[in-house]
């Protein structure tokens, strides 16, 4: 059985900083494209940040870039969110997710900008509220 569950969210004022964890089980870590989105009250999903251990690529929305870290532990099965000089915009329920396999890089571009139409699994959500 796949199962994803994020932690680590919480209230954080302007301009700090919280680290998103992602433990997954029940499938072949490597394999999949690992993602972490989020959705705010009344609006779309949105891919935040995706990485694939097995084509060794990443990708992070426009609003994330330079501010926001993903990185994968393949020991553990445990993917993280290092989320820096956080922004009131950032407020929403994120929550990672598995889609795959994959069977090229460009799959975590896919996966992360809603081309993807695969398989995928998601964990429950974990709030993060940035207060301005």
């Known amino acids: 059985e796949v199962q994803l569950q994020a932690s680590g969210g919480g209230l954080v004022q302007a301009g700090g900083s919280l680290r998103l964890s992602c433990a997954a089980s029940?499938?072949?870590?490597?394999?999949?494209?690992i993602g972490w989105f989020r959705q705010a009250p009344g609006k779309e999903r949105e891919g935040v940040s995706c990485?694939?251990?097995?084509?060794?690529?990443?990708y992070y929305a426009d609003s994330v870039k330079g501010r926001f870290t993903i990185s994968t532990n393949n020991a553990e099965n445990t993917v993280s969110l290092q989320m820096n000089n956080l922004k009131p915009e950032d407020t929403a329920v994120y929550y990672c997710?598995?889609?795959?396999?994959?069977?090229?890089?460009?799959?975590?571009?896919?996966?992360?900008?809603?081309?993807?139409?695969?398989?995928?699994?998601r964990g429950q959500g974990t709030l993060v509220t940035v207060s301005s």
């Open positions: 029940g499938f072949a870590f490597d394999d999949y494209v």
């Open positions: 997710a598995a889609g795959g396999p994959v069977p090229r890089p460009a799959y975590t571009v896919y996966y992360c900008t809603g081309h993807y139409t695969g398989p995928e699994s």
């Open positions: 990485i694939s251990h097995t084509w060794n690529n990443t």
